[in-house]
């Protein structure tokens, strides 16, 4: 497929998508799309838009939201 942008050759390739979702950022790992190598354009099928919208649709609602801070402890050896 030709990129729409800058009329390079697309490469099949799996990504990370990211998309907001009712406040909440949520990320999608290995979406198949298409890539330029060029411009970085993304383009996602139709297919696969409505299966992430289909899986953003049917997660349930969480109760609320925490923040945490995660610490490592160095100084025990
Ligand atoms: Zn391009």
């Known amino acids: 497929m030709e990129c729409p942008v800058c009329h ?3 490469a099949d390739k799996l990504i990370k998508h990211f998309q907001e979702w009712e406040g909440r950022n949520v990320i999608f ?5 298409e890539v330029c190598s060029v411009c970085g354009e993304t383009l ?3 297919e696969v838009v409505d299966k992430i919208n289909e899986t ?3 997660m349930p609602k969480s109760l ?4 945490v801070d995660i ?3 160095s100084c025990i050896t």
């Open 8 to 10: 390079n050759m697309m």
């Open 44 to 46: 996602l099928t139709g």
């Open 56 to 58: 953003l649709w049917s």
């Open 71 to 73: 610490y490592k402890l």
């Open 64 to 67: 609320r939201k925490e923040t």
């Open 29 to 33: 790992e290995n979406v198949p799309a």
